[in-house]
Nanobody
Framework: VQLQASGGGLVQPGKSLRLSCAAS????????MGWYRQAPGKQRELVAA???????NYEDSVKGRFTISRDNAKKMVYLQMNSLKPEDTAVYYC?????????????WGQGTQVTVSS
């Protein structure tokens, strides 16, 4: 099982980015999916999460600016980030609880760098 994240980059404050994360492998079911971020010198934190049924929750600082969504058929999760701020600069990681035929576990993507700077 693998998670592959993409979509990061360098953007100016106020602009937008969309992150994508694709799950692949021998997957039976995917439960909760989410995005975390880790800025230099800080702990990794949850940014947003979405359940199988589409219920979402967000870290306070991104509410109203970020939107998480998922496509269960494509085994993908997205993070639409609008009105980006310099403090959003971090490496963003996708995460998912994934069932295989024999096991269940939390899997991480490789991380994608988001830099917000003028």
């Amino acid at each position: 099982v693998q998670l592959q994240a993409s979509g990061g980059g360098l953007v100016q404050p106020g602009k937008s980015l969309r992150l994508s994360c694709a799950a692949s492998g021998s997957i039976s079911r995917i439960n909760d999916m989410g995005w975390y971020r880790q800025a230099p010198g800080k702990q990794r934190e949850l940014v947003a999460a979405v359940t199988t049924g589409g219920r979402t929750n967000y870290e306070d600082s991104v509410k109203g600016r970020f939107t998480i969504s998922r496509d269960n058929a494509k085994k993908m999760v997205y993070l639409q980030m609008n009105s980006l701020k310099p403090e959003d600069t971090a490496v963003y990681y996708c995460n998912a609880e994934i069932w295989t035929a024999s096991d269940v576990g939390h899997y991480w993507g490789q991380g994608t760098q988001v830099t917000v700077s003028s």
